[in-house]
Structure formats: C-alpha cells, structure tokens
C-alpha cells in the first residue's frame, strides 16, 4: 500500500510554499540550529511537542523562496512533527527519512510502476471503469490511473519501507508544502501506532479501509492547517498569495476516477470528526481494531459498525465462446461499492453542468452559501437516496474466446425491494443519458448504437432485492455471458446449474502486479482537492 497525497481541483492553483521569515542559510546543519534565538529550552527528557530539538510553537530560520536545502528540511520535519504531536497526541520515536523530488521524477518514477501491468490487470481495470460508464472502451484506464499518480500526487508514504516522498510543486526549486508533509508525517505514525500496511482486493474493500486511515490523516491536517491560520500563523510553510505558481491538471485526468478515490477522505474526515467529537481521541484510535467493512459505513456513520454488507456469490453461467477473465487459474472480480455507484450516476450531470442528472450535481459538491466556496473540512458527499440502500455489489468480467471483446455480469443488491427498483430506475436513466434505447422483442434488454462511447447491448434486470446487469458486445452476446440474459420477451430466463461451484477470489483493486515494493499502487488517494492551500 501507498499513501498518496494529490494535488488536484478543479480550477486549483497551488504555489511554492514559504517560510515567514528569517535568514536563507542556517547556522548549522541541524534542527535545532535553524530555531530562532528566542526558542524555548529544551526539556529535560522527549515529550509532547517537542522533536529533534524544536518546540512545535518555535519560529525557524527557514526561508525556500530559493529553494529548501537538508538542514533546513531535517527543521522543518523536527517541527512538524512537533507539531502533529500537539494536534493528535501521539508520540513519535522516529523520524521517518524525507526525500523532496521534482514532478518529473514522480512522472518518471510512476511510469517505471506501471511499465508491467499485463494484459489480465488491464482488462480488468478497463472492465472495471467502462462497467460505471467513466471510462469507454477506446480509453485505457491504465493510462488514466497513471496521469492521476503521476501527476496528481504531491506526496506519499511507503509503509515497509517507512519513508515519505514529497513532490516540490516547482521543476526547479524545492519547496515543502507544510501540509501535505504533515499528513505524510501523520501516516508514518499511524503506521507505527495501528498498522496500515494491509492489502485489499477491491476498490470498494480500499476505500472501506481508508476511510478510517484517511479520514484521521485528513483530519488531523485539517486541524493542523487551522492552526495555520490561527495560533502559528505566519510560521507555516504554505503558498503566498504573490509567490504562487499555476499547477495545471494532469493530462489524461479522468474526474470520475478522480472522485472515487476521493472518497475516503471526504466521508472519512466526517466519520473521524464525529468520532473525535463524542468520544474524543480514544474513540477514533478503536475504530483501527475494527476498521469499516464498506464505504456504506463511512457514507452513512450510524451504520458503523453493525450494518454489514452482503457478500455476494456470483456463478458463472456463461455459454460457449466467452468464460470469466482469470488469473492464477481464479475469476478476477471486484466490487465498487455505494461509493462507485455514487459517482457513476452522479457524472452526468457533472459533464453537463448539470442540464442533465440522475444524482444532481448539488448533491455531490458541499458549498459554504456565506463564502461560496467549498465547504470544510468535508468538500464532497457521496450520499443519495437512488444508492443509499446499497447492501453488497460484485463485477464479474468476461472474454470472448480468440477476441479482445469483453462483457461482464455485474451483481448489486439492495436494502429492500423498493431500493432495488430505485436503483435499477436510475440506472435506467444513465444508459438512457449515453444513448441507450430498448430492444424490441427482447425482456430488459437494451442497447447503445454503434459509434457511440459505450457501444454495448445491457439487460438490466431486478429479482426482489437484486439488481443484475450484464453487458456484451452486441445483443446476441448476452445470453452466452451469462445464460438466459437478453432473452426473446416470449423465454424466460432459466436457473440451470452452474459453471462453477467453488468461491473465487477477488482481482480487482489495488496492485494489478505492479513491480518491487509498489504492490498497490492503487490502493489510497490522500489529500484533499486542493482551492489554493490544501494538497
């Protein structure tokens, strides 16, 4: 696993970061020779607030307008981590290594990572994106998820590894973004403390993780930065309105991947702020020993940690000239979650500027009516009725024999009947929105024209509290991907026995055997979208 924090908004502009004053050359090359001469005394043993010989209140003789060099940097992290001790109160008994690269390297470094994606794990990401209708067929989603790293992140820490890797946000200079190396810093802690370090196999099982591991990172930086404008003002290494340098979004960038991972750390921040609030810091510590199970549970908190999802058994009852994607000799399936299908039905309206919807565009963007600005500490929300009674969901995707075509059986099931008819409603409306129309003569069996983004044949259909959607490359297919789908109006669709007996495990998610120690690469997105200040 690898956190990562991005640097990403719509219309964002994040600068060089500045010290407030002092000398551009330390006396010395150590932490405690960059604090001012008005530092207070050190204490007689560690505590509390205080690191490597800085008080989390002290001023530093640091200024990075020309660029940070190490002994400012070794201040600046005894410093922070003074002062995260101050915020969260935990101790630190190390001091993680720091490394400060320019955005080509990250660039390069990411490239490196995602030069062994075989063709197994792309076709399951591409299944994956084209089954939520973000990414189309003529689109790699290999590609996408690289710009989104490679370009988008502003730090990271590796657990195993314990480092952090901090991006400057000039090619030329280095410069540290106070923030963005206190949630890094902040993750080494709750590596130390509770263990973060754990795989998962889904998008839907990462973002359920993370929305313990990044909603306290994101709110210990919230409280942070509040600090920042308040007690350490002027002390804190962050952009200055005259100093700033436009940072361009990735190219490639897809916004609905880009919210997905998202996701933890906007109904993470409000899961651990309510935590915090009632139960204080114990509260959100007990939470680690019994993480959420879905981002159900983060999106709606009074579901924590009792509401569990259902773990779906999706049967293979494929025909002849398709079989279920494998690797390893298992199905590769995955699982999106309440939050995936959020956003799916949500980028409608996102992409028409809200002319078009099935979630409106309101219901996503949290706004401050006073400033007109995203609201804090929480900018996203994922919650709406047409996806609130989700209760478990799994994709299965499928290839056709001697072909690249793909399809794919995509499970879902709901709180109660009524929540199943909403969602397959909605759903309904979506295809509706990229082009789909009925088949004649064929039950729940739909179809989007040739030349379109998402050219496919779909039959969507509802057995009480299920939805099953299954897809093919034309409307013949479907009943070879999964037996009886897209069936003449006059059959009926049958129950024969399975393909398969046995429980296959989970491919998707974070990793898709990515090389050395990166082994999921895709596992967490850190920060917050980014209005100026924020990483």
């Not at 959100?284 to 999802?309: L, N, R, W």
């Not at 299908?341 to 409608?348: A, G, N």
Request: proline share 6%; aromatic share 8%.
């Amino acid at each position: 696993m690898v956190l990562l924090c991005l640097l990403l908004a719509t219309g964002a502009v994040v600068g060089p970061a500045t010290a407030a004053a002092g000398p551009t050359t330390p006396a010395a090359n150590s932490s405690a020779a960059n604090a001012t001469d008005t530092s207070p005394p050190d204490p007689p043993s560690d505590r509390l607030g205080w690191e490597n010989g800085v008080w989390y209140n002290e001023s530093l003789n640091v200024d990075q307008r020309d660029g940070i060099n190490d002994s400012e940097l070794d201040a600046v992290v005894a410093r922070t981590m003074a002062r995260l001790e101050h915020v969260r109160g935990l101790e630190f008994d190390r001091t993680p290594p720091v490394r400060l690269i320019s955005p080509d390297q990250q660039q390069n470094e990411t490239a490196e990572q995602y030069a062994d994606v075989n063709e197994t794990n792309r076709i399951a990401l591409n299944v994956q994106y084209e089954s939520l209708l973000l990414i189309n067929e003529t689109t790699d989603a290999v590609e996408s998820q690289q710009a989104l790293f490679g370009g988008g992140v502003s730090g990271y820490y590796q657990p195993g590894d314990e480092n952090i890797t901090l991006i400057s946000s000039d090619e030329d200079v280095r410069r540290v973004q106070e923030g963005v190396l206190a949630q890094e810093l902040f993750h080494a802690q709750q590596d130390r403390y509770f263990g973060i370090d754990t795989n998962t196999s889904t998008v839907e099982a990462r973002n359920a993780r993370n929305g313990i591991v990044e909603g306290d990172a994101n709110y210990v930086q919230y409280l942070y930065e509040q600090r920042c404008d308040g007690a350490w003002n002027g002390t804190c290494l962050r952009p200055n309105a005259g100093d700033e340098a436009s940072q361009e979004q990735p190219p490639n960038l897809n916004i609905g991947m880009v919210q997905l991972f998202l996701q933890p750390y906007n109904s993470g921040i409000a899961f651990v702020q309510e935590r915090q609030r009632t139960g204080g810091w114990d509260a959100v510590d007990a939470v680690y020993d019994q993480p959420p199970e879905s981002t159900e549970q983060t999106i709606h908190p009074d579901k924590y940690p009792t509401d569990e999802p259902t773990n779906l058994t999706v049967p293979d009852r494929s025909g002849e000239g398709w079989q279920p994607l494998r690797q390893n000799g298992e199905r590769v399936t995955g699982s999106v979650g309440e939050a995936g299908l959020f956003v799916s039905l949500w980028m409608p309206s996102y992409e028409t500027r809200g002319q078009t919807s099935v979630i409106p565009l309101q219901s996503h963007i949290n706004y401050n009516m006073t400033t007109r600005e995203p609201a804090e500490p929480v900018t996203y929300s994922y919650d709406h009725p047409i996806t609130a009674g989700w209760d478990g969901d799994k994709l299965v995707p499928y290839v056709a024999n001697g072909s690249n075509e793909t399809g794919y059986v995509y499970e879902t099931v709901w709180d109660s009947e009524a929540d199943a008819r909403e969602f397959r409603e909605g759903y309904l409306e979506l295809l509706s929105y990229h082009g789909a129309e009925p088949v004649d003569g064929r039950t729940d069996t739909f179809r989007i024209a040739a030349g379109s983004e998402f050219a496919d044949a779909f039959a969507v259909t509802r057995n009480g509290s299920r939805v099953t959607i299954v897809n093919a490359p034309a409307v013949e297919d479907l009943s070879t991907v999964q037996r009886g789908a897209g069936a003449p109006t006059n059959e009926s669709a049958t129950d024969d026995p399975t393909n398969e007996t046995t429980e296959t495990t989970d491919g998707f998610g974070p990793g898709f055997g990515l090389v050395g120690a990166v082994v999921a690469l895709l596992a967490v997105v850190v920060g917050r979208l980014s209005r100026g200040r924020r990483s």
